[in-house]
């Protein structure tokens, strides 16, 4: 299978990138990635990453999609995540929502053990490998890796692990797919800015789709479809996810806007991602049943 090492890595999301590989629609590749501190911490007296703060977030990639073109959607299926025997987590002056509190930095490795976080030794705490940066190239600007938008990038969303579908924007020939930052665990809303950060092996399937109209991003995942909106606040962020999910059911489901309100408003539930990247992301779930009850199936 096709491998792309993690020293192929970028720290923008850009349109300018050269391609790490080349692939096509239907193949599985393997992303193998660092941590987001590069693989640069590695012991608990660190207090950062040993060539400072420049090489955050590296996104493996970009995968150059062969035939596919801007206006296309790429589907990302997650087909395994595997993590490092170790991750770890890092606190400081700053760090994200709580950084007025946690003003004293600490470094903490966690070791990944059958499946558990080993947090101390009171608390083996199950793991949920999900991917935090997957994004394809912008239009025509560069994006750093550590903010999410429409073209993906760091969503921080707990719901992108093994098993589901990231939908994202062809805006460029190839699409130009990248991602890293994997947390074996993370809670919504990252509120101090890391998860369990962990190198892994993320092994994906990509298919180019064409003709089809969906807001983007979207995750499939699980019994549930979702959009998400990043922005400058989470409350725009809670509205535009929202308003993506509505216009998605309104044409999916062939309802007026009134009733899709009324539907979305009862059965959509709406989550946040992450309160610490430099835009805001929240998500809309709804439930894939309601979709089949119409007969309506994404792709
Ligand atoms: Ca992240
Ligand atoms: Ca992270």
């Known amino acids: 299978m096709l491998t792309i090492r993690r020293e192929q890595s970028v720290f923008k999301m850009s349109p300018w990138n050269s391609p790490a590989a080349h692939a096509s629609t239907g193949d599985a590749i393997v992303f193998e990635t660092f941590d987001c501190y590069s693989n640069e911490i590695t012991r608990e007296d660190q207090i950062q990453p040993s060539s400072g703060w420049d090489r955050i977030n590296p996104a493996t990639g970009p995968l150059y999609v062969d035939g596919a073109t801007p206006g296309d959607i790429l589907r990302v299926e997650i087909l395994d995540i595997n993590l490092d025997s170790q991750g770890l987590m890092r606190v400081g002056p700053g760090s994200g929502a709580l950084g007025h509190v946690l003003t004293e930095p600490k470094t903490k490795i966690i070791p990944i053990v059958d499946g ?109 479809v979702m959009t998400i909106a990043s922005e400058v606040t989470l409350d725009q962020a809670a509205v535009t996810a929202s308003e993506m999910m509505l216009q998605f059911i309104q044409q999916a489901l062939n309802m007026d806007l009134q009733e899709a309100g009324m539907l979305l408003s009862i059965m959509g539930n709406l989550h946040i991602c992450q309160i610490v990247d430099p835009l805001m992301t929240a998500r809309m779930e709804f439930p894939l049943w309601i979709l089949e009850a119409y007969g309506y199936r994404i792709n």
């Open 116 to 224: 558990k976080a080993r947090f101390n030794d009171r608390l083996a705490l199950e793991i949920n490998p999900m991917i935090g940066v997957i994004g394809t190239a912008p239009e025509d600007e560069e994006i750093p890796t550590g903010t999410p938008g429409a073209h993906g990038g760091n969503m921080d969303c707990k719901r992108i692990g093994k098993g589901s579908a990231v939908f994202l924007p062809v805006n460029v020939p190839g699409a130009l797919l990248a991602m890293g930052d994997v947390h074996a665990l993370m809670g919504d809303g990252e509120v101090i800015v890391c998860g369990i950060e962990i190198a892994a092996q993320i092994t994906v399937k990509v298919d180019v789709l064409k003709g089809l109209a969906l807001p983007l991003p979207m995750v499939v995942a699980g019994s549930h």
